[in-house]
């Protein structure tokens, strides 16, 4: 009897290649932080790791003040159909706490860019916007406890159209207290995401579509929490020729604003 052939496997893909530090060193950065930022990036290849796992499943600072959110019940709001929280890792010790990150989000810090890209997919900038009140930037009781409980300062939003007109792509960030509130807030939705979530922005250029398939993501890093909510635009579910993976993979080059915060947080001096 003749054997069967043994099953393809699956490869990987490979990480990031490594940040080059002659590139570093246009940014201003000295040789010191040059190597933490260079050690950050090899981290990344754990990030991308975990969006592929997420996929993989789904296919088979400041004072707050008490605040209520106006779409309390979410009649009528757009959720993520799927969605999937990642706690922090080690990289984001240096802003495990906003005590040592003081500095507010802008939201040119983080949307400055205009233009994204992962593989073949470049996202467009068509929209952004800060709010100083959490609350203004979701719905939901349970996520308007949850972001007061992890005393959320800041939360600011920015929409994405691909290219080729395809995509959609919305990234959230939350400035909270700590590495435990950011971790809880992602956990939390794992189970309160169809209860609350961020709002939806929109533009002349990009919309997410209503009622249509969404997946999402949480992402702790030390301090922050960051959402990522991406969709066809047409709202049909993915088929054999979309790659949500690399789409998310796009919209988290927002979070490079996090990442230099590292840098600047590795390099101030402890007293």
């Known amino acids: 009897m003749s054997r069967a052939p043994a099953p393809r496997r699956r490869r990987r893909p490979p990480p990031p290649p490594p940040i080059e530090e002659n590139a570093l060193a246009r940014f201003g950065l000295d040789h010191r932080q040059q190597r933490i930022l260079t050690i950050i990036a090899v981290a990344a290849g754990v990030i991308i790791a975990a969006v592929v796992l997420t996929y993989a499943f789904a296919s088979l600072g400041g004072d707050v003040r008490a605040v209520q959110s106006d779409s309390g019940s979410g009649v009528g709001q757009d959720r993520p159909s799927a969605y999937q929280g990642w706690a922090s890792t080690k ?43 959490c609350a203004a930037a979701v719905w939901g009781t349970p996520l308007v406890d949850l972001l007061n409980a992890g005393e959320c300062a800041q939360a600011v939003r920015g929409i994405y159209t691909s290219a ?47 009622d249509g398939h969404t997946e999402a993501s949480g992402h702790a890093m030390g301090h922050y929490a960051g959402l990522v909510w991406i969709a066809r635009k047409d709202g049909a579910e993915p088929e054999k020729g979309d790659d949500l993976v690399t789409l998310s993979l796009a919209v988290r080059g927002a979070e490079k604003a996090v990442y230099r915060r590292i840098v600047a947080a590795s390099a101030t001096p402890t007293q």
């Open 91 to 133: 990289v984001f010790a240096p802003i495990a706490k906003r005590e040592a990150d003081t500095r507010p989000l802008t939201a040119k810090e983080v949307f400055g860019g205009k233009t994204l890209k992962a593989g073949k997919i470049t996202l467009k900038l068509a929209g952004s916007t800060l709010d100083q009140s």
């Open 164 to 210: 080729d007109n395809r995509y959609v792509a919305q990234y959230t960030l939350f400035n909270l207290r700590d590495t435990e509130a950011a971790d809880t807030l992602v956990r939390e939705l794992e189970t309160k995401h169809r209860a609350g979530w961020a709002l939806a922005l929109t533009s002349g250029r990009a919309a997410l579509p209503a």
